[in-house]
């Protein structure tokens, strides 16, 4: 069983830098998409960047300013630069296998 531990989240002013890190226990392999996704207030969750050894793709409203790397086979990392009040959300490591594997979340604050 797969488990996702995200870790880096905090508050910073707008045009701050922040890095998110997912750890990965359980049998999982460099072939697995994996993504980070990003929840606000009042909207559907939605999809920051995600990668897999044939492409690494990012949502239109990140795309220039963050990073998305697989570290190890264990380790997801977003570097998240030039950040805006508009990121402000809750950060969810996603492991996509025969089902959805979701971390707990990790809460990003960006003040104006």
């Known amino acids: 069983q797969v488990q996702l531990v995200e870790s880096g989240g905090g508050t910073v002013p707008a045009g701050g830098s922040l890095r998110l890190s997912c750890a990965a226990s359980g049998t999982i392999t460099r072939t697995v998409t994996m993504a980070w996704y990003r929840q606000t207030p009042g909207r559907q969750r939605e999809m920051v960047a995600l990668?897999?050894?044939?492409?690494t793709d990012y949502a239109t409203s990140v795309r220039g300013r963050f990073i998305i790397s697989r570290d190890d086979v264990r380790t997801l990392s977003l570097q998240m630069n030039n950040l805006k009040p508009e990121d402000t959300g809750v950060y969810y490591c996603n492991a996509k296998m025969i089902e959805n594997i979701w971390g707990q979340g990790t809460q990003v604050t960006v003040s104006a």
């Open positions: 990668t897999n050894p044939s492409r």
